[in-house]
Structures are given as structure tokens and as C-alpha cells.
């Protein structure tokens, strides 16, 4: 059975240990030890990651009675062998200020609004809280924050008890023990008292800070994520660097970056209407002028166009646009990039296309995909090289029906 240390020394990060088992676990390697400080993961706490002789463990979790120590590969331990271990404190702090920062908002939340928590998740980039709400005000958050913060500043002191479930009222608990025997009961200071196997720190004003960057729907409910700790620090850093390049890029005070966006924008959508306009004033233009010079074949007018060079998305714009009250028939293509073409066929007026003929004689020239119905048929090919051969050969099927 592995010593636990952890709880006694939350604050140690080496130790000396025996190895009492090396075992394969999945697709990883674990080791047990007489004794650790390694969290093995629970209660929305990751397990800890350190060294062990001269491994890497990637991760700790429970084994009944033992605690494992996972490695990726199996690590070259003897059982019996004494090892000198250190904690990856860097992670382990970070979680400790993730889990406390947890307690402290849980407890502000349930005091000051009557709000429960029901799931926690401290994951890699922000912790989660689920809470028994579909909703929770921008006025609400502005709150929490502030009572979180205020009781971080107020440094309080946090500490854990071991206690049998008969020595205490669970009815003082924020929430009911998952546990029935012995229970460890975390306080802080007046403010909230709780059953939790996880690691904390010894005073709130260790968690730094907390920031609420969102709110998200979930089962029905919300889940606010938090930014704790070194990552609330981390965060205000790059939203600094955001706000900064912001105020540059539109020559604007922090407070009116928002109002110049939102002009942009308007700006952005009003160009775009124009240059919609401007696109269709384009292609009937270009049609219609094609259409003036174009061949006629038994009174239809016959248009076969390269449009390559040409702004992109022309013949999108022109399919929207074909004329009326004159007979045609056109055949337009227009190279995209280096490796495909986009074509289109339509006709007009009392003009017709047998599409099937051009389907059979005509889509393998340009490797051609797509189709459409009556008098519109459109696609891409991908074999640029046989544009001429297709325009070409259209012209011929049109000549002959
Ligand atoms: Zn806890």
C-alpha cells in the first residue's frame, strides 16, 4: 500500500522512495512506490507528473490500495531499488491554484446567489463550472468575480480536517459528502467548508487572481469558465498585446475600438453591395457584348469564351444574369489556378442544348465534373490544357445539330 504524503506535505517536491512493483498498465509502463507525493488523478484534479530516477512520469492514478505512476516506456526500475523522485511543480501548483480557485468560486457562488455547483472540469487552458442555473447575468459575473478576488486579497487561510461523518453536521457542508466514514473537510476560513480529496493550497492570496472569460449553454444549463491563477495572468498579458495591436491598427483609445469596429463593419457590408452591383453591371455588360459581335447559327447567337483573367467567380455571376428576349447559346471557361477550369453552358430564347451530346464528346477533354438542367449546366475540370479543345469542339457540336 502506497504512503500518501501528499496531503501531509502539499508543499515538498522531492522525495526518496522504494520501488515496489513494475508492472505493464495498457499500452503504458507503472510503477508503484513505498511512498509518494504524486496526486494520482480524482476529483476533477489531473494526476501529477514528475520524475522517478531518471523517467518521466506522464501520469499518476489511483490502483486500489497503490498509487501508479505511469511512463510511456517501461522504465529500467528494479523492485527493492531506492529512487530518488521530484515533482513537476510547475504543473502541480498550477492545479492547486485551479482546484482552490474552484472552492473559493463555488463557495461565492452558493453564498452570495444561491447558485449549486454540479461538475467541475480543471482542464489544460481554463477550468469549468457547471452550475444549477440556465442562465447567469453579465451583473451576476461582475459579482462573483468581485467576491472571489476580495476573499484572494483577504488571504484566507485554508485548511483540511479528517473527520468520521458522525463527528459533524453534514447539513454545515456546502454540499452533501460523496463519502460515507471518514471525510476530509476543507475550510477556508469562515467563508466555505466542503468534502474534497483534492490538493490546495494553505491560504487563498496563493491563487493569484480569477477572471470569468465566458458562458456556455450545457445540458440546459451553464458552465462558466474561468481563467485562475497564472493562466488569469497569462490571459490579461495576451488580451494587453490584442487590445494594443487594436488601438494601433485603428488609431483608437481602448474605449472606442469597439465603435470603430463596428463602423468598419458597416462600412465592409455597404462596399460588399456595391461591388455585388458592380460585378452584375459587369457580366451583363460583357455578355451582352458578346452576344452583339457573336456568330449566329440557324438565328441563335453562338458565344464560346475563355474568361481566363477575368475577376473570379465571373461566371458564378453570370449564370445569374443571362439575357432575356434574345436566343443564344454560350459556353464560357475560365482557369481558376494552375490546375482547374470552371465552365458553363447555357442557352436562351428559343435556343436549345443537347447537353447529353456535350456531356459525352466534350467533359473528358478538360477532365470535366458537374451538370446542371435546362438552359443551365455548370461545373470544374481539371485538365486546363484542354480548354481550347473544348471551346472548339462546342462550337462544332452547335454548328452541325
Ligand atoms: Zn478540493
Given at each position: ?32 512506490l ?28 489511483k ?35 485551479q ?12 453564498r ?20 444549477d ?36 453536521d ?13 471525510i ?19 491560504r ?27 493562466r ?9 498585446l490584442i ?14 475600438i ?12 455597404e ?43 465571373l ?30 453552358i447555357?442557352?436562351g ?5 443537347d ?21 443551365l449546366?455548370?461545373?470544374?475540370g ?10 472548339a ?9
Amino acid at each position: 500500500m502506497t504512503e500518501r504524503t501528499y496531503y501531509q506535505k502539499p508543499y515538498e517536491k522531492n522525495w526518496e522512495a522504494v520501488v515496489t512493483a513494475v508492472l505493464p498498465h495498457k499500452k503504458l509502463w507503472a510503477v508503484t512506490l513505498d511512498s509518494t507525493l504524486c496526486y494520482p488523478e480524482g476529483g476533477g484534479q489531473p494526476g501529477d507528473r514528475g520524475v522517478c530516477g531518471s523517467y518521466t512520469i506522464i501520469d499518476t492514478i489511483k490502483g486500489g490500495d497503490e498509487v501508479l505512476h505511469l511512463f510511456a516506456d517501461k522504465p529500467k526500475l528494479k523492485v527493492g531499488e531506492k529512487v530518488s523522485c521530484t515533482l513537476d511543480w510547475d504543473f502541480r501548483f498550477d492545479y492547486m491554484q485551479q482546484h482552490t480557485g474552484q472552492h473559493i468560486l463555488s463557495g461565492v457562488m452558493y453564498r452570495e446567489l444561491g447558485i449549486d455547483t454540479v461538475s467541475v472540469h480543471q482542464g489544460e487552458t481554463y477550468t469549468t463550472i457547471e452550475v444549477d442555473r440556465d442562465e447567469v447575468s453579465g451583473a451576476e459575473i461582475e459579482l462573483i468575480e468581485h467576491h472571489a478576488n476580495s476573499m484572494i486579497t483577504r488571504n484566507l487561510e485554508i485548511w483540511c480536517d479528517e473527520k468520521s461523518d458522525e463527528e459533524f453536521d453534514a447539513g454545515t457542508l456546502r454540499r452533501a459528502p460523496k463519502v460515507k466514514g471518514m471525510i476530509r473537510l476543507v475550510t477556508i476560513d469562515d467563508c466555505d467548508i466542503v468534502a474534497c480529496g483534492g490538493i490546495h493550497t494553505q491560504r487563498t492570496g496563493e491563487v493569484g487572481l480569477i477572471s470569468c472569460i465566458g458562458v456556455e449553454p450545457i445540458r440546459g444549463r451553464v458552465r462558466l469558465v474561468f481563467m485562475i491563477g497564472k493562466r488569469a495572468y497569462r490571459d490579461y498579458r495576451e488580451k494587453n498585446l490584442i487590445i494594443s495591436e487594436l488601438t494601433n491598427l485603428y488609431s483608437a483609445k481602448q474605449h472606442e475600438i469597439v465603435t470603430q469596429a463596428q463602423q468598419k463593419v458597416e462600412q465592409i457590408k455597404e462596399l460588399q453591395c456595391q461591388i455585388s452591383m458592380i460585378e452584375k453591371h459587369y457580366a451583363q455588360k460583357l455578355i451582352n457584348s458578346a452576344l452583339a459581335s457573336a456568330d449566329e447559327v440557324q438565328g441563335v447567337k453562338l458565344v464560346v469564351l475563355d474568361l481566363t483573367g477575368e475577376p473570379s467567380g465571373l461566371l458564378k455571376i453570370i449564370s445569374k444574369t443571362l439575357p432575356e428576349g434574345v436566343s443564344f447559346v454560350i459556353c464560357l471557361l475560365q482557369e481558376n489556378s494552375p490546375s482547374t477550369v470552371q465552365w458553363l453552358i447555357a442557352s436562351g430564347g428559343s435556343a436549345s442544348i443537347d447537353f447529353n451530346t456535350v456531356r459525352s464528346e466534350l467533359f473528358s477533354l478538360i477532365g470535366a465534373k458537374g451538370g446542371g438542367r435546362p438552359p443551365l449546366w455548370q461545373g470544374v475540370g481539371t485538365k486546363v490544357e484542354g480548354k481550347e479543345s473544348f471551346l472548339a469542339a462546342f462550337t462544332e457540336i452547335q454548328k452541325r445539330s
